[in-house]
């Protein structure tokens, strides 16, 4: 009985040191340093869903992701969208279904966000605060 305790606390432990980098991740939204716009959740939220397409600025927003399957991409649809990939998964197929809408478009990794984003004013995406740098404006976080 001893011995099983003490396995149970070893495995607790370590899921909990497994788990413990993910939740010490957080989640920015970036724009290109010239983008002025002021940006609350409620815009980040609508933007990633397709509701808003210009920036408060006048600006046309481009939206870009992380491909579906990263974690990264399944903590932002939960903590700035409030939904599961496959809630998200659904409702982008319903809009691309009946013609209103396409999702946006996924890139790879932190590195390509960060590069397509410095380089472009309308482009708007999130990455690891970790990987954020001089060439990118952060505008929220989760």
Not at 14 to 27: D, G, K, R, Y
Not at 53 to 58: L, Q, R, T, Y
Not at 101 to 109: D, F, I, T
């Amino acid at each position: 009985m001893k011995y099983l305790n003490r396995l149970r606390s070893l495995t607790i432990m370590i899921c909990l040191l497994c788990f413990s980098q993910i939740a010490l991740s957080e989640v920015v939204v970036i724009v290109n340093p010239g983008n002025a716009s002021a940006l609350t959740e409620k815009d980040i939220k609508r933007i990633f869903l397709g509701k808003m397409k210009s920036f408060p600025s006048g600006g046309t927003i481009l939206p870009v992701n992380h491909s579906a399957s990263s974690d990264i991409r399944k903590s932002f649809d939960k903590s700035a969208l409030g939904k599961s990939a496959s809630q998200i998964k659904a409702y982008w197929s319903k809009l691309v279904f009946s013609g209103k809408g396409n999702p946006p478009k996924e890139l790879p990794n932190d590195a390509e966000i960060v590069k397509l984003v410095s380089e472009n004013p309308a482009v708007i995406g999130y990455i690891d605060s970790a990987n954020k740098s001089d060439g990118v404006k952060v505008v929220g976080s989760y």
